[in-house]
């Protein structure tokens, strides 16, 4: 953070935090973001993160009111950028049914039962976990941090908010030229990547991603948790799949399934680690709430409401969404299970792969019970849209902890800004489905929703068991000896460009450390990264918002 950071104490009532204008500007935030979110994650099969974007947005709009201060600026993006994260788990899930039966007959009040209790699930957990994730293992959560420090910065201005604005600016004029030209109907000029053609064939998407903020978020989060994360790519493309079949070990499909099943396996792991080393001996203070008179769960709120709301989420599992009851309680733990998988792979990343947790607890109902296709997906549904909201919920609480907000703000910004995610990405799914029709979903033409393919194709099953076993075991082994697995498993899983082009951040941040500690200690690369990420990310939203307004005006 900023060298002042230390020095500012934002000792702001909660009332002057948790405001109406606030409130009114966050869900208003919420459904134009949830809806281009929808569009864009249907479409390209991508979601960038809004945190940096919304909060110069909410900067903005406050700053207009007058008397605005940088804590309620916190509460009101942290509510416009929940909506995102809903229709991202959506979008990544629901659509898979379509693809497999075209004449399946999802009704909109059990589609919005799933996506509701999803949202319902992912705040009760992070409410929960808050403390443990935030305040004690303070991870870096790389898109918080730098969030909070466009905020103090951009509040504080001078020299420092001009070379924060400065490299926001160069990254957005970067990712225009990559990725917006074709808006105005002209090529770009910036290819998106370097990809090396003889490795492609091999099955290897071996290259560079021209990417500002995947290099930013190398930087932010620094060489050891990156350096895992490559180690991890390495052994999934080189030694699993290109080694695997240049000796003949097997064949290019099975590495394949070998590759995502083994970083799978290792992610759950992790999870399962957190469950046994962290939660589980925290067990009492963090779940107490929920049955205390008087405890306050880790400085969010009284929780004792939580376990009837859970009765009432099984309930509506069961019952309106049809997956029976064994299904549903699968479901609620396993979004126990994965919002912690979701805030430690946020934490030390700055990615949520939501559709794979997802795809994870589908698996895991399927081999206990008898459940039908649609209802599969509803389970993975359930769980991405919990996870999304988890990582989103997580990356607002860090800037909020840096920022001294109160938590207690966030969470019912958090609330508000899921809920009107709940209704406005089941309008808006519906409004696609009624006006394009089922086969839309996986045409390549239209919304080729490759997450949602993902989720599809694993419905039968993990592809390769044994290696998920392996990885799973390898996962809460190393978490508990306090190795970084959840990166490792990452790299493993993720395709190798994204990983490579992220050990450039954290390479330059070593060279920088060991060169020049003076500019290092002042913050000044930590600036400039900030920027530079949300540069990439705010174009990346406003890109996303035109193509959904023009793909909706064509309906």
């Not at 500002?212 to 390495?234: H, N, R, S």
């Not at 205390?292 to 769960?297: E, F, G, P, T």
């Not at 126990?336 to 792979?345: D, E, G, H, R």
């Not at 849209?385 to 969470?411: R, Y």
Request: glycine share 12%.
């Amino acid at each position: 953070m900023s060298e002042n950071h230390n020095k500012i104490k934002y000792a702001v009532s909660f009332k002057d935090q948790f405001t109406l204008r606030g409130m009114i500007i966050g869900s208003a935030g919420a459904a134009v973001l949830t809806m281009s979110s929808m569009y864009v994650a249907l479409k390209m099969g991508a979601l960038p993160w809004p945190i940096i974007f919304v909060a110069l947005v909410s900067m903005f709009c406050l700053k207009l009111f007058g008397n605005a201060n940088i804590n309620e600026i916190n509460v009101t993006h942290t509510a416009m950028s929940a909506g995102a994260m809903t229709a991202g788990g959506l979008a990544f899930t629901i659509p898979g049914i379509y693809m497999l039966n075209p004449e399946a007959n999802l009704s909109m009040s059990v589609l919005f039962a799933t996506v509701f209790g999803g949202v319902l699930l992912g705040l009760i957990f992070t409410a929960l976990i808050y403390k443990y994730f935030i305040v004690m293992k303070e991870l870096p959560y790389p898109m918080g941090q730098a969030a909070a420090e466009t905020l103090i910065v951009g509040d504080e201005g001078g020299k420092k908010a001009c070379i924060l604005f400065s490299s926001l600016g160069l990254a957005a004029v970067f990712t225009f030229l990559r990725d917006g030209m074709t808006l105005i109907n002209l090529r770009n000029i910036i290819p998106q990547s370097f990809m090396n053609s003889g490795l492609v064939s091999k099955g290897i998407l071996a290259g560079i991603w021209l990417s500002p903020m995947l290099v930013a978020v190398g930087y932010i989060i620094g060489p050891v948790f990156i350096g895992v994360w490559f180690l991890g790519a390495i052994i999934g493309d080189f030694g699993i799949v290109l080694s695997g079949t240049s000796f003949g070990f097997w064949d290019a499909e099975t590495a394949s399934s070998i590759k995502s099943s083994l970083g799978i396996g290792l992610m759950v792991g992790t999870g399962v680690g957190i469950i046994i080393k962290g939660i589980i001996p925290k067990a009492k203070e963090i779940f107490g709430p929920m049955f205390s008179k008087d405890a306050i769960s880790q400085g969010i709120l009284n929780m004792r409401w939580a376990p009837i709301v859970l009765v009432i989420i099984a309930f509506i599992l069961t019952f309106v969404c049809d997956m029976g009851i064994i299904a549903s309680i699968v479901t609620i733990l396993g979004v126990w299970l994965t919002t912690a998988m979701s805030s430690q792979i946020v934490g030390q990343t700055g990615i949520n792969p939501m559709e794979v947790f997802g795809i994870i607890i589908l698996i895991a109902a399927k081999a206990v019970t008898s459940m039908g296709q649609t209802e599969a997906f509803l389970v993975a549904a359930v769980v991405a849209i919990a996870c999304g909201l988890a990582g989103d919920v997580m990356n607002d609480f860090k800037a909020g902890h840096i920022l001294h907000s109160n938590p207690i703000a966030q969470w019912l910004g958090e609330c508000i800004g899921g809920l009107v995610g709940v209704f406005v990405s089941v309008g808006v799914f519906y409004v696609l489905l009624t006006a394009y029709g089922p086969t839309a979903f996986g045409n390549p033409e239209l919304f080729n929703a490759p997450q949602a393919g993902m989720v599809a194709a694993m419905v039968g099953g993990i592809p390769h068991l044994t290696s998920f076993i392996i990885g799973l075991i390898l996962g809460c082994v190393l978490y508990c000896v306090n190795f970084p697995v959840m990166t490792l498993g990452l790299g493993v899983y993720l395709p190798f460009y994204l990983s490579a082009t992220a050990f450039l951040g954290g390479a330059l941040k070593f060279i920088i450390e060991k060169a020049a500690p003076t500019w290092n200690k002042k913050g000044t690369g930590l600036i400039i990264a900030s920027g530079i990420l949300g540069g990439e990310a705010v174009i990346g939203v406003i890109i996303a918002l035109i193509q959904a307004i023009q793909g909706m005006s064509a309906i």
